[in-house]
């Protein structure tokens, strides 16, 4: 590859990114890969697979009388899983030759997120206890 080659978030950060916040967080990084080398339909296929196994990852940590946190890591590592161990190789088979984005943005906006909603969640059982 030579330096016009587009940086792309690796099949790591996909998978961790998946594990830790959900298949959608890992999704839109290899969304945006797909954007990043003009594969625009691929992208949007992903980025729809990505949020139908979240929506059933909510199910599944939701079926239980009580839920189980560990069900959202474990489906977190099915889906992503899938999206770094069939989808990266299927549209980047060269994956390796290409040279990777840092995770810190990424990184940033999903502790962002997520501290968002859980200062909704506390200010929704204050309100709720109030």
């Known amino acids: 590859m030579d330096d016009q080659t587009p940086k792309i978030y690796s099949k790591k ?18 969304y945006q890969n ?11 296929i992903v980025l729809g697979i990505s949020i139908l196994l979240t929506i ?5 940590v939701n079926i239980p009388e009580n839920p189980k946190s560990y069900l959202a890591y474990v489906c977190g590592f099915a889906g992503g899983s899938l999206l770094s161990n069939y989808f990266v190789p299927k549209y980047f ?4 030759q290409y040279p990777k984005k840092e995770i810190w943005n990424p ?24």
Do not use: C, H, Q, W
Not at 13 to 30: E, K, P, Q, Y
Not at 56 to 60: D, E, F, P, V
Not at 109 to 118: C, D, E, G, N, Q
């Open 107 to 130: 990184l940033i906006i999903a502790v962002m997120i997520t501290a968002a909603f859980i200062a909704l969640m506390v200010y929704a059982a204050s309100v709720e206890n109030g």
């Open 34 to 44: 797909l954007i990043n080398v003009r594969k625009k339909k691929e992208a949007y």
């Open 13 to 30: 950060a996909i998978l961790g990114f998946s594990i830790f916040m959900s298949t959608l967080f890992g999704g839109i990084l290899l």
């Open 56 to 60: 059933i990852s909510i199910i599944i």
């Open 93 to 96: 088979p060269d994956e390796e």
